[in-house]
């Protein structure tokens, strides 16, 4: 679309209403009655926008609706609004409306009428903008028509100040030799302003005006001498007049976006409303084949959200074959979104396209994106389980061309060979010399990449190399026998994700291998993010050796997850020994250590004493555990142990002091919780009297006579005396030894007390 189409366009908006009778010679007086009440109605409407109008190009396009208005109304309705001082914002609009049909080169019915008020406009207007604008409006009409009225405004001794300014100013604007010299003889105006302001006009039109009397005639003569060459010819005078050209120009750029868009957003709607796929197929395949550009770009956009999205259903074959053309595309613009959207097609074999452009293509923006696209549709093609499948020979072109790109001093066009490279070279299908010719031309590249200039490059390329030695590259071997060294090397460069990608590279030749050199080669490394591979490798292939560099990373509260799941991972492969080092570890400063944490190592001890046959560190383990889920509030996971730990007890005297070991450890808490002290002594009594003189009964009576501060030994007693024995006749200890406690108690008695006779 341009400029021309946008005034086409607000025309048929203002007449799209009339009735077709009116193109009708033979019209009925009633009909044209009916016509141009119709026309009175859109004239009313397009006046209240300009008036009313909520942005100025809203305005401005009513104010150009009612210029090109058959109706002799309208064209009374802008004359009323330039004279009229209160609205300042419609005069601006009627006035830029005029100045873009001078511009469009339209014909303005009966303008001469627009002559008088515009003068009258430069005559009172104090706003400088406002007076700029309309003196740039006068150009509508040729020079001789407003010469006169200028020159009277100027030469009003009575008048305003401001107006014979404006009026000055108006000159500058007509590209006209007579205005010049007309500023050059006001030079030497006694009138207010006039001289001052000729001055600063000449000055904007590159004309220097000496102080000197004798210079400045001489000056005078040497443009009336030279004529109008003197200015047309003269850059400087040139430049003012051009520069309400640029403007307009700017202002028709601008509309005409304005324009285009609201045409892509009906466009958008006439698509959503489209019935089915095969109707948004046909409709898109419509628009592709637009002569306009942005209607292509607007489609190739919708195309490109198509297929990003989750459907990705397939386009059809007309789509298809439009898109492969539009590669060839005389736009630059359609050329290179078509590139992009055929990087996300790869079902879709445009190989043969794409390598025929790029042999012409001179746009290096548009071959870099059909490069792109070219790997990328070479690469899914390669795949096992692609549908659509390039020969070999295709593959080979593409990789020449992406060492081309590889070795071009643009880091962008580096990288993007060296992907489509790896990418490319993950699959089968070449021979082994083939395949060592691509392979050393990425370490060479590598090698020639500046550090102090390209800092992220280099990490890139290292990057693709060290995908080429993961196992699912099927040129691994290859790629790890040349590239070991250089990723060796590169574990002591100064940049971080060059160590990184190091890393990464030895890490997929060999774990093992790349533990014990990054062991030594990263011993004070830096970064956390290197850290955390390290964490995860020793967790994958470290051993006791990496325990003591992994507890210092323990401490660190961004790093510590990391690092614990490593530790956890290499003590699953140690012996009992070693994790009951770490829980002394542990134990030695438990402030340090989260319950989680102590809960997962007391697990995997128990564990591994019982798998290696220790009983004495079982025990240990579940007794641990046991202290850890009471102090915690977990009365049923405290019992499991407590209960694990009574089976492995031979006789009586061995679980009682079992038992009140276990009660102690809970009876030392701030307030004992009743339920696991309960459970304890039921599990007892479950099996074995409670002995007056035994070791459980001196544990509750020393604390129930003389608990903590912050204790409550009614919860407790409450708690044993809700204990249900089988045969109570066999308790008969454990009966008065609940009495006994009963009666130092600081605790009311319950209201049914079991009969001890």
């Known amino acids: 679309m341009n400029a021309p189409r946008c005034g086409t366009v607000l025309l048929l908006l203002a007449i799209g209403s009339l009735p077709c009778v009116l193109a009708q010679e033979a019209a009925l007086p009633t009909d044209q009655q009916a016509a141009q009440a119709e026309i009175d109605k859109q004239v009313k409407i397009n006046r209240s926008i300009l008036l009313e109008g909520r942005d100025e190009r809203t305005r401005v396009d009513a104010a150009t609706l009612l210029l090109f208005s058959d109706s002799r109304e309208a064209r009374r309705e802008l004359l009323h609004i330039l004279r009229d001082p209160n609205n300042p914002a419609a005069r601006v609009a009627v006035c830029k409306a005029m100045i873009a049909a001078h511009d469009n080169r339209q014909q303005i019915a009966g303008r001469e009428e627009f002559v008088e008020p515009l003068m009258a406009l430069l005559g009172t207007e104090n706003e400088l903008s406002q007076a700029e604008l309309a003196a740039q409006t006068l150009l509508i009409f040729p020079y001789e028509n407003v010469e006169r009225r200028l020159e009277a405004l100027i030469s009003d001794a009575n008048g305003p100040e401001m107006a014979r300014r404006n009026a000055v100013r108006a000159l500058k604007y007509q590209p006209d030799e007579r205005a010049v010299f007309k500023l050059m003889s006001l030079l030497e105006s006694p009138l207010v302003g006039v001289a001052e302001e000729s001055r600063r006009a000449l000055g904007v039109l590159g004309v220097v005006v000496p102080d000197d009397p004798n210079e400045l005639r001489a000056l005078n003569e040497a443009l009336h001498r030279r004529g109008p060459e003197a200015f047309l010819n003269n850059p400087g005078i040139m430049r003012n007049w051009l520069i309400s050209r640029e403007n307009r120009i700017r202002e028709l750029t601008t509309s005409l976006a304005s324009w285009e868009q609201r045409y892509m957003v009906a466009l958008g709607r006439l698509f959503d409303v489209q019935a089915d796929e095969k109707a948004r197929s046909d409709f898109l395949a419509q628009q592709l084949n637009s002569p306009e550009p942005g209607v292509k770009l607007w489609a190739l956009g919708k195309l490109e959200e198509l297929r990003r999205g989750t459907g990705k259903a397939r386009l059809s074959e007309q789509v298809e074959n439009v898109l492969l053309s ?432």
């Open 326 to 757: 539009l590669i060839s595309h005389r736009d630059k613009r359609v050329r290179l979104r078509t590139a992009s959207l055929l990087s996300l097609m790869w079902e879709l074999n445009s190989t043969t396209q794409l390598l025929d452009r790029l042999q012409v293509e001179e746009e290096p923006e548009v071959r870099h994106g059909l490069f792109v696209a070219l790997g990328n549709v070479c690469y899914y093609a390669s795949l096992p389980t692609a549908g659509v499948k390039v020969p070999d020979e295709v593959r080979r072109r593409t990789l020449d061309l992406a060492v081309r790109f590889l070795n071009m001093p643009d880091p962008e066009k580096t990288r993007s060979g060296g992907e489509v490279i790896w990418r490319l070279l993950e699959q089968d299908g070449l021979a082994p010399d083939e395949i060592d010719k691509y392979l050393g031309a990425l370490a060479t590249r590598y090698g020639q990449v500046d550090p102090a200039v390209n800092h992220g490059l280099r990490a890139e390329l290292l990057g693709a190399m060290a995908r080429l030695c993961a196992e699912r590259s099927k040129c691994r071997v290859q790629a790890a026998k040349l590239y070991h060294p250089v990723f060796e090397k590169a574990l002591g460069d100064e940049l971080e994700a060059v160590r990184q990608a190091a890393l990464d590279g030895l890490v997929n030749i060999d774990k093992a291998v790349a533990m014990r050199r990054a062991r030594a080669a990263l011993a004070d490394e830096s970064s956390a993010a290197i850290r955390a591979k390290l964490a995860d490798l020793a967790g994958e292939v470290g051993g006791q050796e990496d325990l003591g560099w992994l507890a210092k990373g323990l401490t660190a509260n961004d790093e510590s997850e990391p690092v614990w799941q490593a530790v956890l991972k290499i003590l699953r492969r140690s012996t009992a020994d070693v994790v009951a080092a770490w829980v002394e570890r542990m134990e030695a400063d438990p402030a340090q250590w989260s319950v989680e944490r102590r809960t997962s190592l007391l697990a995997l001890l128990e564990q591994k004493a019982q798998g290696e046959n220790k009983p004495e560190k079982l025990r240990e383990a579940r007794t641990k555990l046991f202290c850890l889920y009471a102090s915690s509030g977990d009365t049923a996971r405290a019992l499991e142990y407590a209960n694990a730990l009574w089976e492995t007890a031979k006789d009586g005297p061995e679980r009682s002091a079992l038992t009140a070991g276990l009660l102690d450890r809970c009876l030392e808490a701030a307030n004992p919780a009743a339920d696991l002290v309960g459970g304890l002594v039921e599990k007892l009594l479950s099996v074995q009297d409670l002995a007056a003189d035994g070791p459980v009964a001196k544990s509750l009576s020393a604390y129930l006579s003389k608990p903590s501060a912050t204790a409550d030994p009614n919860a407790v007693l409450t708690r044993l005396r809700q204990i249900k024995v089988e045969q109570p006749e066999t308790r008969k200890a454990w009966r008065k030894q609940l009495l006994e406690w009963e009666a130092f108690a600081n605790a009311k008695k319950p209201e049914a007390v079991e009969n001890v006779n």
